[in-house]
Protein backbone atom coordinates (compact mmCIF):
# COMPACT_ATOMS: atom_id res chain seq x y z
CA UNK A 1 0.00 0.00 0.00
CA UNK A 2 1.83 3.27 -1.35
CA UNK A 3 0.25 5.12 1.38
CA UNK A 4 0.84 3.24 4.82
CA UNK A 5 2.44 5.11 7.76
CA UNK A 6 1.68 8.38 6.12
CA UNK A 7 -0.26 10.47 7.61
CA UNK A 8 -2.99 12.06 4.79
CA UNK A 9 -4.38 14.63 6.86
CA UNK A 10 -1.10 16.51 6.64
CA UNK A 11 -1.83 20.35 4.89
CA UNK A 12 0.16 23.48 4.18
CA UNK A 13 -1.82 26.55 6.07
CA UNK A 14 -0.78 28.86 3.95
CA UNK A 15 -3.27 27.01 0.45
CA UNK A 16 -6.01 27.39 2.95
CA UNK A 17 -8.37 30.52 2.84
CA UNK A 18 -8.86 32.62 5.86
CA UNK A 19 -11.18 31.10 7.71
CA UNK A 20 -12.04 33.30 10.46
CA UNK A 21 -14.87 35.24 9.54
CA UNK A 22 -16.74 31.52 8.31
CA UNK A 23 -19.10 29.63 10.20
CA UNK A 24 -19.65 25.51 10.06
CA UNK A 25 -21.85 23.04 11.56
CA UNK A 26 -20.73 19.82 12.63
CA UNK A 27 -23.31 16.99 13.11
CA UNK A 28 -21.79 14.29 14.73
CA UNK A 29 -23.35 10.65 15.15
CA UNK A 30 -23.06 8.51 18.45
CA UNK A 31 -22.65 5.42 16.88
CA UNK A 32 -19.26 4.34 17.01
CA UNK A 33 -18.67 7.28 19.43
CA UNK A 34 -14.50 6.61 20.18
CA UNK A 35 -14.02 7.10 16.59
CA UNK A 36 -16.78 9.88 15.76
CA UNK A 37 -15.39 11.86 18.24
CA UNK A 38 -11.90 11.42 17.21
CA UNK A 39 -12.78 12.79 13.69
CA UNK A 40 -14.75 15.73 15.82
CA UNK A 41 -11.79 16.65 17.60
CA UNK A 42 -9.59 16.63 14.21
CA UNK A 43 -11.94 18.81 12.78
CA UNK A 44 -12.48 21.23 15.75
CA UNK A 45 -8.70 21.50 15.37
CA UNK A 46 -8.09 22.60 12.07
CA UNK A 47 -10.99 25.20 12.49
CA UNK A 48 -9.33 26.40 15.31
CA UNK A 49 -5.97 26.54 14.12
CA UNK A 50 -7.18 28.52 11.18
CA UNK A 51 -9.07 31.30 13.16
CA UNK A 52 -12.48 30.41 13.26
CA UNK A 53 -13.96 31.46 16.62
CA UNK A 54 -15.90 28.52 19.10
CA UNK A 55 -18.75 30.67 18.71
CA UNK A 56 -18.93 30.03 14.89
CA UNK A 57 -18.62 26.44 15.48
CA UNK A 58 -22.47 24.63 15.63
CA UNK A 59 -22.44 20.68 16.72
CA UNK A 60 -25.00 18.76 16.72
CA UNK A 61 -25.43 14.84 17.48
CA UNK A 62 -27.30 12.27 15.93
CA UNK A 63 -27.72 8.52 16.96
CA UNK A 64 -26.45 7.22 13.87
CA UNK A 65 -24.46 7.88 10.14
CA UNK A 66 -27.93 7.30 8.58
CA UNK A 67 -29.64 10.00 10.65
CA UNK A 68 -26.31 12.76 9.53
CA UNK A 69 -28.74 13.24 6.71
CA UNK A 70 -31.62 14.39 8.87
CA UNK A 71 -29.19 16.22 11.32
CA UNK A 72 -27.52 18.06 8.06
CA UNK A 73 -30.93 18.67 6.59
CA UNK A 74 -32.11 20.38 9.47
CA UNK A 75 -28.99 22.34 10.43
CA UNK A 76 -28.86 23.77 6.55
CA UNK A 77 -32.65 25.35 7.27
CA UNK A 78 -31.89 26.18 10.98
CA UNK A 79 -28.84 28.26 10.50
CA UNK A 80 -28.69 29.93 7.17
CA UNK A 81 -25.69 32.34 8.33
CA UNK A 82 -23.63 28.54 8.19
CA UNK A 83 -20.86 28.79 5.59
CA UNK A 84 -20.30 24.91 5.19
CA UNK A 85 -21.51 21.60 7.48
CA UNK A 86 -19.33 18.44 8.01
CA UNK A 87 -21.48 15.10 8.82
CA UNK A 88 -19.61 12.87 11.11
CA UNK A 89 -19.89 9.14 11.16
CA UNK A 90 -18.83 5.64 11.35
CA UNK A 91 -19.68 2.48 9.55
CA UNK A 92 -17.84 -1.04 10.41
CA UNK A 93 -18.10 -3.37 8.30
CA UNK A 94 -20.08 -6.71 9.68
CA UNK A 95 -21.44 -10.14 9.00
CA UNK A 96 -24.40 -8.45 6.92
CA UNK A 97 -25.96 -6.09 4.15
CA UNK A 98 -26.81 -3.61 6.87
CA UNK A 99 -23.38 -2.09 5.58
CA UNK A 100 -23.74 -1.43 2.04
CA UNK A 101 -27.52 -0.07 2.64
CA UNK A 102 -25.97 2.53 5.20
CA UNK A 103 -23.10 3.38 3.21
CA UNK A 104 -24.89 3.87 -0.17
CA UNK A 105 -27.79 5.64 1.66
CA UNK A 106 -25.79 8.14 3.59
CA UNK A 107 -23.88 8.70 0.82
CA UNK A 108 -26.45 9.60 -1.49
CA UNK A 109 -28.00 11.62 1.47
CA UNK A 110 -25.43 13.73 1.70
CA UNK A 111 -24.98 14.16 -2.21
CA UNK A 112 -28.83 15.25 -2.50
CA UNK A 113 -28.16 17.97 0.15
CA UNK A 114 -25.73 19.03 -1.68
CA UNK A 115 -27.58 19.70 -4.93
CA UNK A 116 -30.68 20.78 -3.37
CA UNK A 117 -28.78 23.63 -0.79
CA UNK A 118 -26.58 26.57 -1.34
CA UNK A 119 -24.66 25.47 1.68
CA UNK A 120 -22.15 22.74 1.05
CA UNK A 121 -22.23 19.91 3.26
CA UNK A 122 -18.80 17.31 3.81
CA UNK A 123 -18.61 13.90 3.48
CA UNK A 124 -17.11 12.75 6.60
CA UNK A 125 -18.11 9.20 6.98
CA UNK A 126 -15.63 6.39 7.62
CA UNK A 127 -16.88 3.40 5.73
CA UNK A 128 -14.30 1.39 6.73
CA UNK A 129 -13.85 -3.07 7.03
CA UNK A 130 -12.15 -3.24 10.35
CA UNK A 131 -12.37 -1.33 13.97
CA UNK A 132 -8.61 -0.94 13.36
CA UNK A 133 -8.95 1.16 9.58
CA UNK A 134 -11.28 3.76 11.37
CA UNK A 135 -9.12 3.98 14.38
CA UNK A 136 -6.19 4.26 12.26
CA UNK A 137 -8.02 7.23 9.82
CA UNK A 138 -9.42 9.60 13.04
CA UNK A 139 -6.30 10.48 14.70
CA UNK A 140 -4.41 7.21 14.02
CA UNK A 141 -1.07 6.21 11.63
CA UNK A 142 -3.15 7.82 8.73
CA UNK A 143 -3.82 10.79 10.25
CA UNK A 144 -7.45 12.78 11.20
CA UNK A 145 -10.07 12.14 7.97
CA UNK A 146 -11.88 15.11 9.98
CA UNK A 147 -9.27 17.11 9.89
CA UNK A 148 -9.71 16.51 6.06
CA UNK A 149 -13.01 17.22 6.00
CA UNK A 150 -12.92 20.80 7.84
CA UNK A 151 -9.96 21.57 5.46
CA UNK A 152 -12.64 20.56 2.38
CA UNK A 153 -15.06 22.57 4.32
CA UNK A 154 -12.74 25.90 4.90
CA UNK A 155 -12.40 25.92 0.63
CA UNK A 156 -16.31 25.20 0.14
CA UNK A 157 -16.58 27.82 2.21
CA UNK A 158 -14.62 30.37 0.03
CA UNK A 159 -16.14 28.72 -3.30
CA UNK A 160 -19.59 29.79 -2.04
CA UNK A 161 -18.43 33.46 -1.21
CA UNK A 162 -16.95 33.28 -4.27
CA UNK A 163 -19.78 32.42 -6.39
CA UNK A 164 -21.70 35.11 -4.47
CA UNK A 165 -19.86 37.45 -5.42
CA UNK A 166 -19.45 36.28 -9.13
CA UNK A 167 -23.52 35.66 -9.46
CA UNK A 168 -24.03 39.59 -7.80
Known sequence: MATAGKNLSEYNKDTIPNAKDFRFGIVVSEW??????????????????????????????????????????????SFEMLDAIIAVGNVIQGETKHFDFVCDGVTQGI?????????????????????????????????????????????MAQLRKDAKFYKG
Open 32 to 77: NSDITEGLFQGAFNVFIENEVLKENIVRWNVPGSFELIYGCKKMQE
Open 111 to 155: KDLNIQSDIPVIFCVLTDNTKQQSIDRSGGKHGNKGAEAAVAAIK
